[in-house]
């Protein structure tokens, strides 16, 4: 991998306002695309569930963060709790959610910039979409969009999901979209619990296969450059109820800048 350059204030503020602008446009061209109802009631089956928990201890990272962080989690719920995605529509992360602001209530939280974490108003929320990430690719449901973090920050303590499985995201040009490209209904449900974030993928239908997640080629190398890199592939396995293997499909390649020395000596 390339070293990576840092770029200025200015440079940041431009790239921002050009790449908002365009998503914004990309957003009115595709409006009528977008999945936007919500229903309380709901869908019969289960096809996916996970939870990952909210006060996680990091190092040299404040506990008044990770608290404002279930602030910030509250509000962006009650966007997406619930939402409907019906064949050939698209979950837009960012355009249900909208913008983070400080006038929406919400707070400072942990925020990933230059492989340092810094505070910012909405800090936290790749914790939603990560876990909306890794369920959706247990499912038929097709990403179409997904980013990753450019750079590995925190070692793989108690780490219970391969490196590169989630979706970092940035309002509003880095976002999570997911089209429904099956014949069936899907429905999100999210709920900050107590202890966890917990998320649920249901469908209309009863689910005819399930799927795994297999990693592959991970590895970790010394750069020209003085610095660490990481990379691994993941792949989706499909199987039938009954355990049969159907097949398998590349979901994503991952490549990051560690912001840590990977290995220890004595």
């Known amino acids: 991998m390339k070293k990576p350059r840092l770029r200025s204030d200015l440079r940041l503020f431009l790239g ?3 790449y908002g602008t365009k998503r914004k446009l990309i957003w009115l061209k595709m409006n009528k695309d977008f999945a936007a109802e919500k229903q309380g009631e709901l869908l019969p089956y289960t096809y996916f569930s996970h939870k990952t928990i909210l006060m ?4 040299d990272v404040d506990m008044w963060m990770q608290k404002n962080k279930i602030v910030n989690l509250k509000i962006a719920q009650k966007q997406l709790n619930g939402i409907i995605l019906r064949p050939k529509e698209i979950f837009s992360y960012w355009y249900l959610i909208g913008n983070p602001t400080k006038r929406k209530g919400y707070a400072e939280g942990m925020i990933l910039k230059n492989g340092k974490f810094t505070s910012g108003t909405g800090g936290g929320l790749c914790q939603l979409s990560n876990l909306i990430f890794w369920m959706t ?8 969009e997904r980013h990753r973090h450019g750079y590995d920050v925190f070692p793989d303590s108690n780490r219970t999901q391969p490196f590169g ?6 309002y509003p040009h880095g976002d999570l979209m997911i089209q429904n490209n099956t014949p069936d209904t899907y429905q999100l ?7 966890y974030l917990e998320g649920e993928w249901r469908v209309s239908a009863i689910p005819q296969e399930k799927y795994e997640i297999v ?12 610095g660490y890199s990481r990379h691994n592939e993941l792949y989706k396995q499909c199987f039938d109820m009954d355990g049969r293997f159907i097949g398998e499909e ?7 800048i560690m912001m840590y020395r990977p290995f220890l000596t004595d």
């Open 250 to 256: 590349l979901v994503v390649i991952n490549d990051a």
């Open 189 to 195: 449900i999210i709920n900050v619990g107590e202890e």
């Open 215 to 226: 990693e592959r080629n991970h590895e970790m190398k010394l750069e020209y450059w003085g």
């Open 137 to 144: 690719i247990h499912t038929p449901l097709t990403v179409i």
């Open 56 to 59: 996680r201890k990091l190092k």
């Open 16 to 18: 921002t306002f050009y």
């Open 165 to 170: 499985s989630g979706a970092t995201c940035f």
